[in-house]
């Protein structure tokens, strides 16, 4: 797949480390010492030029590119690139930077894939600084929905799953035990040491975490 990377910060230049082994990936950046961020084991292509004008991305082979990422520190610069590369070339798969989660609204009407890296670290942090013990070990969107795993405590051996995870604001997804994983149901038993991830909203989490924490008899037939 021949991918564009539309900015040499940070973040393009992990992403383009990142591609180059099973991919073709040229990188566009406006300020050429930029490329020396990514090292003399980078294999792919380097242009110079302006990501707004057209001429940058046809040379960096914008018309036989199956994907573009636009990673400048502009969200403007972002959102143009993306438009630019969705509507006027076709690229199938566009993918942009967002630094200002307030603009999301915006992002979202004008129909671009965003990534924000500020809400999701927010977010995160906030997890962490509220609910220790639950670790996230995948978030979707801006991590509105967040897959957490965590390890089941003595008090709630023998009790089972629809009694722990809430049902609404939560999925259970798997559960290990003893090294081998599973799909688990409703009525399936928990054990001590299991390892269960659960997909959940903030609100399906603190549920969640709430429960995990509480001697759960008290909690039969609990709607919360």
Request: proline share 4%; charged share 20%; glycine share 8%.
């Amino acid at each position: 797949m021949n991918v564009i990377i539309v900015g040499c910060g940070r973040v393009g230049v992990e992403l383009a480390l990142s591609l180059q082994g099973n991919n073709g990936v040229a990188v566009v950046d406006s300020e050429p010492r930029s490329f020396e961020r990514l090292g003399p084991a980078f294999t792919g292509r380097t242009v110079q030029g302006d990501a707004l004008d057209r001429d940058a991305l046809q040379r960096a082979g914008i018309e036989s590119a199956h994907a573009l990422a636009a990673v400048t520190a502009s969200d403007n610069v972002n959102a143009i690139v993306a438009r630019v590369a969705r509507d006027v070339f076709r690229l199938p798969r566009v993918v942009t930077r967002l630094y200002n989660p307030r603009r999301l609204l915006i992002y979202e009407k004008l129909s671009l894939q965003t990534v924000s890296s500020s809400a999701w670290g927010a977010h995160r942090i906030e997890q962490l600084l509220l609910h220790p013990g639950m670790q996230s070990v995948y978030g979707a969107g801006n991590g509105e929905v967040q897959v957490y795993e965590m390890t089941i405590p003595d008090e709630w051996s023998g009790r089972r799953l629809a009694e722990l995870v809430p049902a609404d604001g939560a999925i259970a997804v798997a559960l290990t035990r003893a090294g081998t994983a599973m799909l688990p149901v409703a009525d399936f038993v928990l054990a001590r040491a299991d390892v269960l991830q659960a997909s959940a909203t903030d609100r399906g989490m603190k549920i969640l975490r709430e429960r995990l924490h509480t001697n759960g008899h008290d909690l039969e037939g609990s709607s919360s």
